[in-house]
């Protein structure tokens, strides 16, 4: 990249940006949300300029090759990319053909195709993947199909933009041997992220943005010395972690409790919780690998699943569909479902039964949301919109609040600040569930955990530091 300066609308995205990324490289792009690194991204796979206007100054070359000038296709034979949201790249509806579509546009011969498709569902171990619904997958289910097919194409460079944000803690690890393995076989792998405990042992550089330009680089073993915090970014090791909450824990809690919650998809069930009483009036960590069950459990807990069989028990009332819809509030994992008004502070404003001007700004400012108050929603980034929903969640005023995978995207100050709100939230008597692979989050908000396996509930306590050691860091 030389001399690149790029702007959206009128602010600088970008700054003046000069950078070689050598063959066979693993670089790691870091830095509080909004600082540039997808932006970056644009500009190495040929996003930018041909499918995202702005002003842009100076140019990038791939093998000396303007990229610029290069058409589309021939770009995206050396270049793969992984975008945070897996759905915006999906031309299929079942994962096989998903897998292999890249191979098949590019009309490699059938037998070729096989190969690689066998090769990578090895690599992913995604083989009870395969032939599936790509609507029926989860999250980070989606995020593996989007990294397999890339993969399967043999790009030489790889751009990922916050690959692990829904995968659970054993794929993140499973992850960092596909990145080993890539660097292996000479690939060239560019990855902006804020999760970092999974790539310790496989970056090479690390390049650190702030506000459109690279004030900072280091190699991996600098920034293993660095203190993370005070450059705003995620822990490198989970190990230094504790838990924040034991203390808001009460200890004669009062309960709901859910009565043979069942849930099919056709004639596979996919939830089956027989009886548990889970305390109200607590932040509750909803954790399992993926595909465990948890959205569709958050999914039926809150009433969108009409058919869902089951009660929940509140104040000994047991409270039917529609009275679980009047109750609860969800924000979902794909925050662009929810997403209708025409500004951020009339989203706000929409979920309140009466219009409330002054509390809808604090709240957008305890998100540090205010100053794009009169920004379309769907303009902002992820990790913005995915906090413009919370915004909204909060000012509900629901008695349960449910948030699937609130902070995925988000840098260490912003997941701080969903941190805060749901103590805050907490204290105002409301019950929080909260599905999530984030074990940062975790650590410093929730009070309870549900452990999540096979559509069911394996397990439920208080906050506990072995316990959730065992799950997350033991993955690998």
């Known amino acids: 990249m030389r001399d690149v300066s790029f702007s959206y609308d009128k602010d600088k995205n970008l700054d003046n940006i000069n950078v070689d990324i050598r063959e066979g490289e693993v670089i790691l792009l870091c830095g509080e949300s909004g600082c540039g690194k997808t932006t970056i991204t644009r500009f190495l796979n040929g996003l930018i300029p041909n499918f995202f206007d702005g002003k842009r100054q100076g140019n990038v070359y791939l093998n000396d090759e303007l990229i610029s000038e290069m058409p589309i296709y021939e770009i995206s034979k050396n270049v793969g990319s992984v975008f945070q949201n897996p759905k915006t790249q999906f031309f299929n509806v079942d994962t096989t053909s998903e897998v292999v579509f890249g191979c098949e546009n590019l009309s490699m011969p059938i037998d070729d195709i096989q190969n690689r498709l066998d090769n990578v569902v090895d690599d992913f171990q995604i083989s009870h993947l395969l032939d599936k619904s790509i609507f029926k997958l989860s999250g980070g289910e989606k995020q593996k199909i989007a990294c397999a097919s890339v993969s399967a194409v043999h790009p030489d460079i790889l751009i990922l ?12 690890w499973d992850f960092e ?111 399992g690998k993926n595909g465990a069950g948890k959205s569709t459990f958050a999914n039926c807990l809150c009433g969108l699943k009409r058919s869902c069989k089951g009660q929940l028990i509140w104040d000994n009332d047991a409270l039917k569909r529609n009275d679980r819809l009047k109750k609860t509030y969800m924000v979902m994992q794909d925050v662009n479902h929810q997403l209708f008004t025409e500004s951020v502070l009339d989203e706000v404003l929409l979920s309140m039964d009466d219009e409330n001007f002054e509390l809808a700004e604090e709240i ?113």
């Open 161 to 172: 933009d916050e690959p692990s944000s829904n995968l659970d803690s054993r794929s993140s």
């Open 364 to 476: 957008l400012t305890n998100l540090n949301l205010i100053h794009l108050k009169d920004a379309h929603p769907m303009a902002l980034s992820g990790g913005e919109k995915q906090r413009v929903a919370i915004a909204s969640a909060i000012a509900s005023e629901k008695e349960i609040l449910i948030f699937d995978e609130p902070t995925s995207g988000l840098d260490l100050k912003n997941m701080m600040k969903v941190s805060e709100n749901l103590i805050y939230l907490q204290k105002l008597g409301i019950t929080s569930f909260i599905i999530t692979h984030d074990y940062e989050l975790i650590m410093e908000a929730c009070s309870h955990v549900l452990h999540m396996d096979d559509g069911r509930i394996v397990d439920s306590y208080k906050i506990n530091e072995e316990k959730l050691k065992k799950f997350f860091l033991n993955s690998n």
């Open 177 to 287: 041997n596909i990145i080993r393995k890539w660097k292996s076989q000479g690939k060239t792998v560019v990855i902006a992220e804020h999760k970092l405990f999974f790539l310790s042992d496989v970056v090479d550089r690390v390049l650190f943005l702030n506000n459109g330009r690279i004030t900072d680089e280091w190699s991996i073993e600098e920034f293993r010395q660095i203190n993370h915090r005070e450059f705003g970014l995620r822990q490198l090791n989970l190990e230094n972690l504790t838990c924040k909450r034991k203390e808001y824990y009460s200890d004669s809690p009062e309960f709901m409790e859910l009565k043979n919650f069942r849930f099919h998809y056709g004639k596979r069930q996919v939830l089956d919780i027989d009886d548990v009483k889970i305390p109200k009036n607590e932040v509750i960590a909803i954790i």
